[in-house]
Nanobody, 115 residues
Framework: QVQLVESGGGLVQPGGSLRLSCAASGNRRSIDAMGWYRQAPGKERELVAVITSAGSTSYADSVKGRFTISRDNAKNMVYLQMNNLKPEDTATYYC?????????WGQGTQVQVTV
């Protein structure tokens, strides 16, 4: 059974930075795509960034130029470097992995941007 575990969330001031990590385990096949989603209280879950196994990336308009997604296929890891954080980035961030037709989710890590 595939498991995803996020880490790196926390409390940060506006303009600060955080680096989220997601470790995958239990996958018998290589992961096709990995991504980060976020969900703020009372809001729908939204895509933040996604990266394919070949390294192609895409981002939500709201985070372009501030966030960078990367992955280490050998380590089965995906990262999200978040710079110049804003209060509207406050949310629970979820790691996502896709293998063939299946999708897997982590439990989430909280990010709070406030003074």
């Amino acid at each position: 059974q595939v498991q995803l575990v996020e880490s790196g969330g926390g409390l940060v001031q506006p303009g600060g930075s955080l680096r989220l990590s997601c470790a995958a385990s239990g996958n018998r096949r290589s992961i096709d795509a990995m991504g980060w989603y976020r969900q703020a209280p009372g809001k729908e879950r939204e895509l933040v960034a996604v990266i394919t196994s070949a390294g192609s990336t895409s981002y939500a308009d709201s985070v372009k130029g501030r966030f960078t997604i990367s992955r280490d296929n050998a380590k089965n890891m995906v990262y999200l470097q978040m710079n110049n954080l804003k209060p509207e980035d406050t949310a629970t961030y979820y790691c996502n992995a896709r293998i063939l037709l299946l999708t897997y989710w982590g439990q989430g890590t909280q990010v709070q941007v406030t003074v």
